[in-house]
């Protein structure tokens, strides 16, 4: 059974920092590239990072420059950096396994709540 715990999500103002973690699974972790992705209040849940097993990233245009996506393969952990935090990245995050700028998975995780205030 595939498993994400997200956490790391907070309130923060805008301009500041926070950094999201997200355990997976062994068997769904090291073979995989891993994602970041986001749902805000009505609207659809949408990517923002991915990297690969080797460390190739990949970012959504609005989140360019401002957020990093890491991974640690010995602690099967995937985290993102968010730098520069705006309003509009208010959201829950989400991790998943990538499978090409969209979920791997239909099952979830909690997701961690990032709150952004102007």
């Known amino acids: 059974q595939v498993q994400f715990v997200e956490s790391g999500g907070g309130l923060v103002q805008a301009g500041g920092s926070l950094r999201l973690s997200c355990a997976a699974s062994?068997?769904?972790?090291?073979?995989?590239?891993m994602g970041w992705y986001r749902q805000a209040p009505g609207k659809q849940r949408e990517p923002v990072a991915t990297?690969?097993?080797?460390?190739?990233?990949r970012y959504a245009d609005s989140v360019k420059g401002r957020f990093t996506i890491s991974r640690d393969n010995d602690k099967n952990t995937v985290y993102l950096q968010m730098n520069s935090l705006k309003p509009e990245d208010a959201a829950v995050y989400y991790c998943?396994?990538?499978?090409?700028?969209?979920?791997?998975?239909?099952?979830w995780g909690q997701g961690t709540q990032v709150t952004v205030s102007s």
């Open positions: 998943n396994v990538d499978a090409g700028w969209h979920p791997g998975y239909d099952s």
């Open positions: 062994r068997s769904t972790f090291r073979i995989n590239a």
């Open positions: 990297i690969n097993p080797l460390g190739t990233t």
